[in-house]
T-cell receptor
């Protein structure tokens, strides 16, 4: 059974600081890994999708890396803003999506 | 449609009643997922449909829960004889093909059993 862990569970940083969110998974036989953002009371918004053959994916201030062999992915958010405050979830796709518990980020103005 | 649509957005029901939750996936998407998110908890997998294949029902918590997908498009999640522990947000997602495309989520149905 795929187990997905996200560290840290919560993070509070001043505006402008870079964010580093970690995701680890136990079974490396995956198709892809997806990072999502969830705002309170809302659904999930897709941020980045990394295929199993890729090492990195970038979108604006967001960069995600994937090391499939070691079962790790990292989401970097550059120059954080208060609008980045949300819960970030990683999901591993090994035919169904298995989610971590998320990292709740607070960016202080 | 432009995105995954779920209805109703909120549902309050009395304990013991049956409820139906609806999901309209993105047009052309063959994969459809249902997840449950209880207050302050992570996402719990419920059921997965892929094309015409038999659904993976391994996440359904009890036989009170069932789901169907008609014509490879709209899906309905049915909870019979609702219990208070069924109170949660039920999220639906769809994707094009399981191996290499993004999954997109709806806004969810918040179910409250009183």
């Amino acid at each position: 059974k795929q187990e997905v862990t996200q560290i840290p569970a919560a993070l509070s940083v001043p505006e402008g600081e870079n964010l580093v969110l970690n995701c680890s998974f136990t079974d490396s036989a995956i198709y892809n890994l997806q990072w999502f953002r969830q705002d309170p009371g809302k659904g999930l918004t897709s941020l980045l999708l990394i295929q199993s053959s890729q090492r990195e994916q970038t979108s604006g201030r967001l960069n995600a890396s994937l090391d499939k062999s070691s079962g790790r992915s990292t989401l970097y958010i550059a120059a954080s803003q208060p609008g980045d405050s949300a819960t970030y979830l990683c999901a591993v796709n090994d035919y169904k999506l298995s989610f971590g518990a998320g990292t709740t980020v607070t960016v202080r103005a | 449609g432009a995105g995954v649509s779920q209805s109703p957005s909120n549902k309050v029901t009395e304990k013991g009643k049956d409820v139906e939750l609806r999901c309209d996936p993105i047009s052309g998407h063959t994969a459809l997922y249902w997840y449950r998110q209880s207050l302050g908890q992570g996402l719990e997998f419920l059921i997965y449909f892929q094309g015409n294949s038999a659904p993976d029902k391994s996440g359904l918590p009890s036989d009170r829960f069932s789901a169907e997908r008609t014509g490879g498009s709209v899906s309905t999640l049915t909870i019979q004889r609702t219990q208070q522990e069924d109170s949660a947000v039920y999220l639906c997602a769809s994707s094009g093909q399981v191996t290499n495309t993004e999954a997109f989520f709806g806004q969810g149905t918040r179910l409250t059993v009183v």
